[in-house]
């Protein structure tokens, strides 16, 4: 392979620098009369005028806090549920089916039904959201405590320790790896899950609505800028997530998978 | 930091109390298969009884008997099929595209760091978008045809395969490689015989994740913007108020899911059951 000029770190800006150099010369030369195809240059302004005029911090916060308190409700009771499943036979026996069988109804289909029970408005969106959190929390901390090494468990024994000391030094920060992980992924879910039930309970505010409102007036600007704000919360989120899964498992000596 | 195991003093105390009673269950296989029915059966004991007794109405919880006829009803006079078949063509659809994508992608970024240090950080940023984020954009762009359906699925199935083969094949232990070396291998035998079977189950992770992804972006793709598939049957069930209709097609979407999962989990048998046998 031909050895480049490019210096490694500047690598990964070549391609987003060529995209962008493309959309502005194509606007700029009129290469297409499309009024889709706006100039950087106006969605750059959009950007602006909407973080100025405050229209962003209330749409971003109604979906942000949407997004927290059903990933709350969701998680939480996923790790309840999850240890549930995990720590009692009976219990997975018992429940487990019917956990497994629910799981594989797509997310999404539970709106329409949601939407009739709860109404459009915020309530159906929380529910949704704590759903959304709930499968992926349940699993995870169902697997971790599940692969607790079988020998960890004849030392609590070993030690006598009561069942709140096995739980407390052994299970839980045995099984912490996979229930952070399960953690993470909810974060991801719920904020998926935000958009699609802004999208399909459409009523009140947030970002979700300020897309459809873009789309439904045709103002490209305003959709670019909601997707690149949608990509920017999720990144963050992502980010958030995994400082604090390395910071509570960094007793562990090294670091765990990203996603 | 906290320790993991901390074994203090205090810990003596709890000598005396430890032999708690724990109860087992019958070790067959038929006791197992039998517990999983009660709950289930209660709840749709409740259900029936709700709807029997007229506790919530009909419009909001349909009886058990109405869902079971509406299914019925609907595979009967075929358009559940039709449904299924154009929901199913258009996952298939999707799916092909991003697996062929997300495979290519991801072996190209595993196998050159160059590529990979133009490529990654765009596809990682592209990535952040969830599919919805997309949606609008792509409704503005291509309409609401068959062509944004297939680029979102394909987009929801490309992204966790094309991340999970790069870091498959990046994964690949060293040792494996030299061992290739020392047989002087040339680099397709390297290819074939060392890299992508040691990189495949994390490989066919990507890939199951990518369907249980597409088949969820199948799903709010028709709840938002279609006129046939599953999807829209829920939509138009719930616009005309008839939960029955809505649940009907609720319980096909999650029969369909866990197919398509029990699946993939028959061809992984296939293509890693040898890794078992070597352990």
């Known amino acids: 392979m031909a050895r480049t000029f490019i210096p490694r770190p500047l690598r990964g800006w070549v391609l987003p620098a060529a995209l962008l150099a493309a959309w502005w010369l194509a606007t700029r030369w009129g290469w297409t009369t499309s009024p889709l195809l706006v100039p950087p240059e106006k969605v750059w302004a959009t950007a602006v005028e909407q973080v100025t005029s405050g229209k962003l911090a209330a749409a971003l916060g109604a979906s942000l806090r949407r997004d927290l308190i059903g990933f709350a409700i969701g998680s939480s009771a996923g790790l309840l549920f999850g240890a549930l499943l995990g720590a009692s036979r009976l219990a997975d026996r018992l429940l487990g089916p019917s956990f497994h069988t629910l799981k594989q109804i797509s997310l999404f289909a539970w709106i329409p039904l949601l939407s009739v029970w709860f109404g459009l408005g915020d309530a159906a969106k929380v529910a949704f959201l704590s759903l959304a959190a709930f499968f992926p929390v349940v699993l995870n901390t169902y697997e971790g405590i599940r692969s607790v090494p079988a020998d960890l468990l004849e030392v609590a024994r070993v030690l006598r320790f009561t069942r709140w000391q096995t739980w407390r030094h052994l299970i839980l920060p045995s099984a912490s790896p996979s229930i952070f992980a399960g953690v993470h992924l909810a974060l991801i879910y719920a904020w998926l899950a935000t958009l699609g039930a802004e999208y399909l309970l459409v009523s009140g505010q947030g970002i979700g609505n300020t897309m459809i409102d873009g789309r439904e007036h045709f103002w490209m600007d305003l959709v670019l800028f909601g997707v690149i704000v949608v990509g920017l919360v999720g990144f963050a989120l992502n980010w958030i997530a995994s400082r604090i899964e390395a910071r509570a498992l960094a007793w562990r000596g090294r670091s765990v998978a990203q996603f | ?279």
């Open chain 2, 1 to 279: 930091m906290e320790q993991p195991l901390h074994i203090g003093l205090e810990h003596r105390a709890a000598v005396a109390r430890f032999p708690t009673p724990r109860w087992r269950l019958p070790h067959l296989a038929f006791g197992r298969w039998l517990l999983a029915w009660p709950v289930p059966l209660a709840v749709l004991a409740l259900w029936w009884l709700a709807a029997r007794h007229e506790w919530i109405a009909p419009q909001v919880l349909p009886s058990p008997e109405a869902v079971a006829l509406t299914l019925a009803e609907s595979a009967r006079s075929g358009e559940l099929w039709a449904n299924l078949q154009v929901s199913l063509l258009r996952v298939l659809g999707g799916f092909g595209v991003g697996l062929a994508g997300g495979l290519l992608l991801g072996v190209v970024m595993g196998l050159s760091p160059t590529v990979k240090d133009y490529l990654y950080p765009t596809f990682k940023a592209f990535s952040q978008v969830p599919v919805l984020g997309w949606l609008p954009l792509l409704m503005l762009l291509v309409g609401i045809d068959e062509a944004l359906k297939i680029i979102l699925i394909s987009k929801a199935a490309l992204v966790p395969i094309a991340l999970n083969t790069y870091k498959g094949i990046q994964g690949v232990p060293t040792r494996y490689i030299e061992v290739g070396r020392v047989l002087r291998f040339s680099r397709w035998q390297m290819l074939s015989r060392v890299v992508f079977p040691a990189a495949l189950a994390p490989i066919w992770n990507g890939v199951r994740y990518g369907l249980t992804h597409a088949w969820l972006a199948l799903v709010v793709v028709e709840l938002l913007a279609s006129s046939e598939g599953l999807g829209y049957m829920i939509v138009f069930g719930r616009q005309l108020f008839q939960l029955d209709v809505v649940l009907a097609a609720v319980v096909v979407v999650g029969a369909v899911g866990y197919l398509l999962d029990k699946l993939l989990a028959l061809v992984e048998q296939r293509l890693l059951g040898w890794r078992k046998e070597g352990l």
